[in-house]
């Protein structure tokens, strides 16, 4: 019986999630209302949390190789730019969004033009209770599209 590898995220996933997340060393409330602490990590944290730029960089290395390892289960072919622009997707907004999405159907189907498409629909988080368009996560998506396409 012969082992799929496990896919490995590049540099260009690093940079896109280090460049939208930004890095905060101290705690604090994302749009969506949830505490938030270095480059985008939200479990666990505390509103009196501070973190190293430098730990905060390993911990997004960890965590991005850990959403790497659901997206390699999810999906059995992609190239490098696509699991890139899917871990990226998955890290901001679960595995379990990706995974019910029309844009992963669409990509395992192979339409890869159509799954592209389909990121620019994901652009609106919950701000006060209310379904809001919000610019960082279009530029975010039109981002993870055109690396998706790549």
Same mark, same amino acid.
């Given at each position: 019986?012969?082992?799929?590898?496990?896919?490995? $995220?590049? &540099?260009?996933? @690093? /940079? @896109?999630?280090?460049?939208f997340e930004g890095f905060e060393a101290e705690a604090y409330k994302c749009p969506a209302g949830v *505490? /938030? $602490?270095?480059?985008?990590?939200?479990? &666990?944290?505390?509103?009196?949390?501070? $973190?190293?730029?430098?730990?905060?960089?390993? @911990?997004?290395?960890?965590?991005?190789? !850990?959403?790497?390892?659901?997206?390699?289960?999810?999906?059995?072919?992609?190239? #490098?730019?696509?699991?890139?622009?899917?871990?990226?997707?998955?890290y901001n907004l679960g595995v379990s969004t990706l995974a019910s999405s029309t844009l992963l159907k669409?990509? $395992?189907?192979?339409?890869?033009?159509?799954? #592209?498409?389909?990121?620019?629909? *994901? !652009?609106?988080?919950?701000?006060?209770?209310?379904?809001?368009?919000? &610019?960082?996560? /279009?530029?975010?998506? &039109?981002?993870?599209?055109?690396?998706?396409?790549?």
């Amino acid at each position: 019986m012969e082992l799929k590898p496990k896919k490995q $995220i590049s &540099n260009d996933c @690093l /940079t @896109l999630v280090k460049t939208f997340e930004g890095f905060e060393a101290e705690a604090y409330k994302c749009p969506a209302g949830v *505490w /938030t $602490i270095g480059y985008g990590h939200a479990l &666990n944290v505390k509103p009196t949390d501070v $973190i190293t730029e430098v730990a905060a960089l390993m @911990l997004l290395k960890e965590e991005l190789q !850990n959403y790497a390892d659901k997206v390699d289960k999810l999906v059995a072919v992609a190239s #490098q730019s696509q699991f890139d622009a899917l871990v990226s997707f998955a890290y901001n907004l679960g595995v379990s969004t990706l995974a019910s999405s029309t844009l992963l159907k669409k990509h $395992i189907a192979g339409d890869y033009v159509a799954a #592209q498409a389909e990121f620019s629909r *994901w !652009n609106k988080a919950k701000v006060e209770g209310k379904l809001t368009v919000l &610019n960082g996560l /279009t530029k975010r998506r &039109n981002h993870e599209a055109a690396l998706y396409g790549k």
